[in-house]
């Protein structure tokens, strides 16, 4: 028998079905795998630069509780509509101005179901109210009414048997959570969530954010904000805090600028939003233990927490403290950054910071 005979005589003994055997077949099959892994490697890393080489800087603005909300963001695609879907759901559960909102229904009674928007910043406000010595109190609303301010206010005093009255059902202990539903412990007890709602409105916002994979943005609603990442500048997010007038706030006179980073900042302040009565002022904040309006040497507090609606709940209750109450809530609260300006002793303009 020839070679070549006898070649071919082994290679058909050793594959008598002259096919591949098993091992030959997970070794194609691996080979296979490989290169289509490959592939999808190649064809998503290309997908992924094409993506950040679109992404550009979007900014949407627009109204909401009565004031402006400003969002910037580094993006492949414009989520205003995503963005406007959420505070349309914001306002229908927060807003004093909108009628047939949850808190504009849950204060006439109409319902007591809440909803986990209202009862997130429902149980904040419970821990902020005992961690500010009653300072931050959300059953203000008779008070806020009762003084002019907040939908339709006209700008009057009440008397002080008009005070007495309503001292009667202000007061955390007036409500509370049983199973999701709003218990009062009187039919007139009415809720405010301005010092809150602001900022946990701007939470959300960054959380929408966060969910579409945006990691370089800035959300503001009415002067409290949120940053993550970079600007547009490729540097750390910086936000100015206004000078404490009214003719500073009205030229955007800024008394100092912040480097916030990543982060959530919040300012009160009773510079805009008062009215005047005789030759006194009479702010819109009101101490919810003595049921007047404050009169303390903060004339604006911004607060840096981990979250905004934090932030936007201290900022009111460090307002109503007055300094040195405030300088101990931080001392307790260390997590807390402040920036306090107030009038010493002869009304000229101090700063506290920590």
Known sequence: MSDRAQHTSKFLSDNPSGHSSPTNKRMNFRRIWHIVFL??????????????????????????????????????????????QELARLDSTFSLFNQESLLTRLNSNR???????????????????????????????????????????????PTETQLDSLRAFVGMDKVSLQHEHLQKTDARVALDLGAIAKGYAVDRLAAYLAAQGITNYMVEIGGEVVAHGVNDQGKPWTVGIIEPTTEGARLGTIHRVVT??????????????????????????????????IQRNIISATVLAEDCATADAFATAFMVLGLDSAQRVLNDNPALRAYLIYLDADGTHKVFEK
């Not at 402006?68 to 963005?83: I, M």
């Not at 002022?281 to 919810?288: E, G, L, N």
Request: aromatic share 12%.
């Open 111 to 157: 319902t007591d179901s809440t909803n986990a928007m209202f009862r997130d910043v429902f149980v904040l406000a419970q821990r902020v109210n005992r961690l500010t010595y009653g300072a931050l109190d959300i059953t203000i609303a008779p008070l806020v009414k009762a003084w002019g301010f907040g939908p339709n206010g006209i700008g009057k005093t």
């Open 39 to 84: 592939l999808f490697l190649v064809v998503g890393t290309i997908y992924v630069l094409q993506c950040r080489n679109t992404e550009t800087w979007h900014e949407n603005k627009g109204n909401v509780f009565g004031t402006y909300y400003e969002v910037k963001y580094l993006s492949a695609e414009d989520f205003h509509t995503g963005l406007q």
């Open 260 to 293: 916030l980073g990543t982060g959530a900042m919040a300012t009160s302040g009773n510079y805009l939003n008062f009215y005047q009565q005789g030759a006194k002022k009479v702010a819109h904040t009101i101490d919810p233990r003595t049921a007047m309006p």
